[in-house]
């Protein structure tokens, strides 16, 4: 334990940013909240739901004529999902909002009390899931279905 001149421990005032710059962040994530959030509804409700992001399992099937095995093995797949791409794209701006909200309102605290100490894990968090799911739907549009290479490339 360091001592003081006086003979006092001495005690460590945590960091914090200032107030005026507090309340800017604040005031800008909460408009990014709706910003992003509203980007996330406006795509839905703009958009066609004609391009569907459907990932399948490649599969082998076994051949059989007069039900007896040839010996042959077919390739075929089984779709394991299906749904609008549209709603893989607009998770961008969902996972953003979230992000916002939490720094604005639920982590307010933990959140400036990290860029006090010149660190912001919460972009980071929000960068591993939205460019995860960039990264798949990229590659899907690149004609990648399959489940074990999206998984790959995920990873």
Known sequence: M???SAGTAATATPKTI???RARSLSRWNRFLVFA???????MLLISGTAVLFE???PTARPVI????FTGGIEPSSVMLVSFPLVYLIASFFLMSAIAHASAGFF???RYEGWLARGMNPLRWVEYAFSSTV?????????FITEFPA???IAG
């Open 134 to 142: 960039m990264i798949v739907a990229i590659a899907y549009l690149s």
């Open 150 to 152: 999206l998984v790959a």
């Open 107 to 109: 982590l307010r605290g």
């Open 55 to 57: 990932v399948v399992v």
């Open 18 to 20: 200032a107030p005026e």
């Open 65 to 68: 004529v007069n039900g007896e």
């Open 36 to 42: 992003h959030g509203g980007q996330f509804v406006l």
């Open 2 to 4: 360091s001592m003081t």
